[in-house]
């Protein structure tokens, strides 16, 4: 009986400091971080993307380590911060990358016409690809009982039957409107934080890397990507 007490003592005391270094700790140090001064509020947009399991396929978190090594190439913009999840409720960093991340999505590929069309059919913009086609967010109708307002949707050539036109419905138009806004292109770090966070670095990385860390150094990448493959 002794023995179990020192074994449930010893789990729960290994717990809480599992618990304090993992949750507690990095909370203390970031509840107070201020979003960066270009770094708009959601609004309701943002529950569309959630409603709609994006999270499960795409992430929000270019990295520069491990895995994410090649983010940087890939045009997909600098690490993220914690700054950049402000406004997040719930925060959106994704753990799939069934596609591709989206952290910058909005810079990369600012066109409505593009994101209400991948949306409507996502392998006439990009052959090959897995994600599934949100029909549900757009009406087909006949051109002449278009009403006065609606959004007519611009697609490649048979992507719709003849003669018919799609219509983009209000949902559609939240979530393309949530996507134009992921650019995190501003500077995080003011001048006096990137020189100590250059000073923290080992000379090697600092060599290779010495702007990494203060702002998106992919223009070049995002001025050649195609865009059938943002």
Known sequence: MENERKLIAGAMVTLSLATAAMIVVPFMQLKDVPAPQALAPYTSEELVYIANACIACHTQQPSTTGAGIADASRGWGRASVAADYHYDSPPLLGTMRTGPDLFNIGARQPSADWHLGHLFQPRAYVPG??????????????????????????????????????????????????????????????????????????????????????????????????????
């Open 129 to 230: 690809s897995v994600m599934p086609a949100y029909r549900y967010m757009f009406e087909v109708k006949d051109p002449g009982s278009v009403a006065k307002g609606e959004r007519v949707v611009s697609l490649p050539p048979g992507a719709v039957e003849e003669g018919k036109v799609v219509v983009a419905k209000p949902e559609a138009l939240d979530l393309v409107a949530y996507l134009q806004g992921l650019d995190r292109t501003y500077t995080v770090l003011s001048a006096e934080e990137a020189e100590w966070a250059a000073s923290r670095l080992a000379p090697n990385r600092l060599a290779k890397e010495p702007d990494e860390a203060v702002t998106d150094t992919n223009e070049s990448e995002k001025a050649n990507e195609t865009k059938t493959n943002p």
